[in-house]
C-alpha cells in the first residue's frame, strides 16, 4: 500500500517487544503509564510557587501527584531512549509537520492542531485515569473492566477527529 | 547518586521509549493512519503488543510475580476522558508516550504537543475540585477486572483473547508480493 514505508520490525516482533517490556514493567514495579507525570511537574511547580493551593486540593496534596517518583524517572528513561534510539536507526530528524499533516494543510496548522490536540488528550487521559499506555495497553494487560468503555470511546473519537482533520490521504493519488 | 528505585525506573522507561522508536508507534503518520484505516502495520503491532502483554501479565500473576495495579472503573470519567483522549489522539497522531519519544526523535510538532499536555494537566488539576469526585460516586464498579465482574476464570477470557485474536491475526497477515 502506498501509506506503508517498509517498517523497522515486523509487526508481530515489535508487538512481541513492547509486550515483553509491558511484563518487565509489572514485574519490576507497576504496569506502563506515563501521563501521570505531567501532573506531577505542575504539581511539583505549584508546590514551589503556590503552597497553600496544593495543600488544599485534595488530589494534589497527596505526595505522588507533586514529588517526582518512579513515574517521573520513567518518562526521563524512555525520553533519553527514545532519543539515543532515534539516532541509531536512523529516525532522528528535526521536523516540524508528517506527511499525513502536508498533505492536508500548512505547518502552522499543524502545530496549532498539535498544540489544542496536545491539551485536550492530556485533560481527557487524567479524567479517563490513564493514557494509551496507562489505561488502554495496562487494562488490557490485566483485563480491567475499566478498559472496555475506554478502547470503545478512544477509538472512536480518534478515528472521528483523524477523519475530521486528515481526511487527504498523503502519497499518490491525492484528491482522487 | 541516583538510588536504585531511580536506576530501575530509567531501565524499564528506557526499554519502552526504546521499544516504541523501533516498532514505529512513535510516528503521527503511523498513528494516523491506523486511525484513517490506511496502515494496518500499527494496529497489527498494537494488537500483538495487548496479546503477549496479556500473556506475560497473566503468567506473572499465576506465579506470583505480579505487580498489579488496576485502574477503577468509573464509566463516566473514563468515558468521556477516553473520549477526549481519542479525539486529541486523532488530531495530533500523538499520546502522551508518543508524544514524549516523538518529541526526542527531533519531532518539533510533537515538543508544541507537549506544551499543550502540560497545559491540559495544569488546566485538569484546576478544574478536578469540580468534576472528579462528583462523578466518581456515581457509576462505578471499583478496581475489578473483567473475570472479577463475570465471575469467570481468568485463563478464559486470556486464551480466548489470544486464541481469537491470534486467529485473526494469522488469517489477515500481510503477505509478501
Given amino acids: ?176 | 547518586m541516583l538510588s536504585q528505585m531511580q536506576i530501575l525506573a530509567l531501565g524499564v522507561g528506557g526499554v519502552f521509549g526504546m521499544a516504541l522508536i523501533v516498532a514505529e508507534l512513535a510516528d503521527p503518520d503511523r498513528i494516523i493512519g491506523t486511525l484513517r484505516l490506511k496502515d494496518f502495520h500499527a494496529m497489527r503491532t498494537i494488537a500483538m503488543f495487548v496479546l503477549t502483554s496479556m500473556v506475560g501479565v497473566w503468567v506473572l500473576s499465576q506465579v506470583g510475580l505480579a505487580h498489579l495495579s488496576i485502574k477503577p472503573a468509573v464509566m463516566t470519567p473514563v468515558a468521556v476522558g477516553g473520549s477526549l483522549l481519542g479525539f486529541g489522539f486523532g488530531m495530533t497522531g500523538f499520546c502522551p508516550g508518543t508524544g514524549l519519544a516523538c518529541a526526542a526523535a527531533g519531532r518539533g510538532d510533537a515538543w508544541i504537543s507537549v506544551a499543550g499536555m502540560f497545559l491540559g494537566a495544569l488546566a485538569f488539576i484546576v478544574l478536578w475540585p469540580f468534576i472528579v469526585p462528583q462523578l466518581s460516586d456515581v457509576w462505578n464498579y471499583g478496581q475489578t477486572t473483567l473475570p472479577e465482574f463475570t465471575g469467570s476464570p481468568s485463563w478464559w477470557w486470556v486464551g480466548g483473547f489470544v486464541g481469537l485474536g491470534g486467529l485473526v491475526l494469522f488469517v489477515t497477515r500481510p503477505r509478501r508480493k
Avoid at chain 1, 500500500?1 to 507497576?30: F, N
Avoid at chain 1, 531512549?81 to 496548522?109: D, H, I, Q
Avoid at chain 1, 478512544?154 to 498523503?170: D, E, H, S, V, W
Fill in chain 1, 1 to 176: 500500500m502506498h501509506t506503508s514505508r517498509e517498517p523497522i520490525l515486523p509487526w508481530w516482533a515489535a508487538g512481541i517487544l513492547l509486550g515483553l517490556v509491558m511484563t518487565l514493567a509489572v514485574a519490576v514495579k507497576k504496569p506502563l503509564g506515563v501521563s501521570t507525570q505531567f501532573v506531577v511537574a505542575n504539581g511539583a511547580i505549584l508546590k514551589e510557587a503556590a503552597s497553600d493551593y496544593v495543600d488544599g486540593h485534595d488530589m494534589l496534596k497527596q505526595a505522588k501527584y507533586h514529588t517526582p517518583g518512579y513515574g517521573w524517572w520513567f518518562d526521563i528513561g524512555l525520553f533519553v531512549a527514545a532519543s539515543a534510539t532515534a539516532v541509531l536507526v536512523g529516525k532522528f530528524k528535526p521536523r516540524a509537520t508528517c506527511e499525513w499533516a502536508r498533505a492536508n494543510g500548512s505547518v502552522r496548522k499543524r502545530l496549532i492542531l498539535s498544540f489544542i490536540g496536545g491539551f485536550i488528550l492530556l485533560f481527557g487521559t487524567r479524567l479517563a485515569g490513564g493514557c494509551t499506555s496507562g489505561q488502554f495497553a495496562s487494562g488490557w494487560a490485566q483485563l480491567s473492566l475499566s478498559v472496555v468503555p475506554f478502547t470503545v470511546a478512544m477509538f472512536a473519537f480518534g478515528m472521528l477527529a483523524a477523519r475530521i482533520f486528515f481526511p487527504k490521504t498523503p502519497g499518490v493519488s491525492e484528491g482522487a
